[in-house]
């Protein structure tokens, strides 16, 4: 036992998978954590439960761990040794309600759909499906919403050929690739985003982003700078997954690790936020801060010092940092892959009532672009979270419901820095 006290002291803090082994070298037991010392530890110390592994933790004579870069590989990772080594003390834990499966399914345009052992009958009867899995104490709709981030999983009726179809919302937050609209093929699809999440899932993460990588080159190289600036957003997005909320909270032994991202998950490639700040009717400027999946970019926030707006109009204000951002639009497609890049939003979200959303969006569509806009009230003491919807669809309308939280740091955000540039100036003048 002293040699696994100085493993556990030597442990990081990192999630991972740990490995534990009985005197034969047999792997027994395999788990995921947030924190691998943390979750380790709980093993030998405190009371225990009824679960297999914890009241036979004595036959552990060796422990071994592997870090991962996040929550979400540590689940893959586990899934794979579990069905590869099918430890006995994974295969004897059969708890219906925590064990959870993957599906890619046999279509033009193949779903991804979450499956419980106990509906295992239902997947035996399939024919042609990719099967991952199984993924013990997940929370299966928190890890289906971030996979659908990563990989832009479409979960909307395909376009019949020869109609016009309309864009789904996630199309317009730049979320969906086009199976509404028709503009993706069945065969572009399983190249962008099929094939993707198959190798992600098979713990092959250094491999997908080295596709994307020569992907985004070869695009950039054709002048499809969108495609090139999705695909960035894309390795990016990969490169620093949040996503502790995928775990039930017996899998989470440190709490302040699990709070540190909790609403990860619910975040988009792209949000940008905007403020008005002034005296009176002098010192008038704008701010423009720039959220992406991992918070805020602040090399991508802008300020604004307002030209044209005489007396004192918040609206007006509004619609001259917003027209003046929309002249950047063309750096979209000149340089989408540089760092200079202004690329457009996901969201807008602006501080401020239905005016202001109103202004926005009549500006954006004189420009013909379709983004979502939100607005927060906020009241003259600032206390309050009034939320402006800019459309009354029901999948916008759960999704702001969800956001809340985020979007009133950015709104927050926003404020701040138009302060900080207002003050700036006051001290220069």
């Known amino acids: 036992m002293a040699t696994i006290e100085n493993k556990i002291k030597n442990l990081s803090q990192s999630p991972g998978i740990y490995l534990f082994y ?71 834990w059969k708890d219906d309600k925590s064990w959870n499966y993957i599906i890619v399914t046999k279509e033009d345009y193949p779903q991804v759909k979450t499956l419980r052992a106990h509906e295992e009958n239902k997947r035996k009867k399939a024919k042609g499906e990719s099967v991952f899995g199984p993924y013990p104490g997940l929370k299966t ?47 572009e699809y399983k190249e962008k985003v099929i094939r993707p999440l198959v190798s992600f899932l098979r713990g092959r993460k250094k491999r997908v982003i080295k596709d994307l990588e020569k992907d985004m080159l070869i695009a950039a190289h054709d002048k499809k700078f969108e495609e090139a600036t999705r695909l960035r957003n894309q390795i990016s997005a990969l490169q620093r997954i949040q996503d502790i909320a995928l775990l039930n909270k017996s899998f ?68 001259e940092v917003i027209e003046r951002r929309l002249q950047h639009v063309e750096t979209r497609l000149i ?44 009241g003259p003491a600032r206390k309050k979270n009034e939320f402006i919807l800019g459309s009354k669809k029901k999948d916008f309308v759960e999704w702001v419901n969800e956001n809340q939280n985020l979007l009133i740091r950015v709104r927050d955000e926003a404020h701040r820095f138009a302060i900080t540039y207002q003050k700036k100036l006051r001290k220069i003048r």
């Open 252 to 319: 989470v032994v440190n709490p302040s690790v699990q709070t540190r991202l909790i609403a990860s998950v619910q975040k988009i490639s792209r949000i940008e936020g905007y403020d008005i700040s002034n005296l009176g009717t002098s010192g008038k400027v704008g701010s423009m801060v720039v959220f992406d999946s991992s918070g805020p970019v602040k090399s991508e926030y802008r300020k604004f010092k307002i030209k044209g707006v005489k007396g004192q109009s918040d609206v007006d204000c509004l619609a």
């Open 22 to 92: 009985n005197k034969t070298k047999e792997l027994v037991y395999v788990g995921k954590a947030t924190s691998l010392k943390s979750r380790v530890s709980s093993y030998f110390r405190g009371a225990r439960t009824s679960r297999p592994i914890e009241q036979m933790i004595h036959e552990v004579t060796n422990i071994k761990v592997k870090e991962t870069d996040s929550v979400l590989e540590a689940i893959i990772l586990e899934g794979n040794y579990i069905k590869k080594y099918r430890p006995k003390y994974n295969i004897d």
């Open 335 to 378: 340089a989408s892959v540089q760092k200079d890049a202004w690329p457009l939003p996901n969201f807008i979200l602006v501080d401020g009532g239905l005016p202001q959303v109103n202004r926005t969006k009549k500006i954006l569509k004189e420009n013909k672009i379709d983004i979502p806009v939100v607005g927060i009230a906020k």
């Open 141 to 187: 709709r928190e890890m289906m919403k971030l996979l659908q981030r990563l990989f832009y999983i479409s979960n909307c009726k395909p376009c019949q050929s020869g109609k016009l179809c309309r864009p789904c919302l996630y199309h317009q937050m730049g979320q969906c690739l086009g199976v509404c609209t028709g503009e993706i093929s069945p065969k």
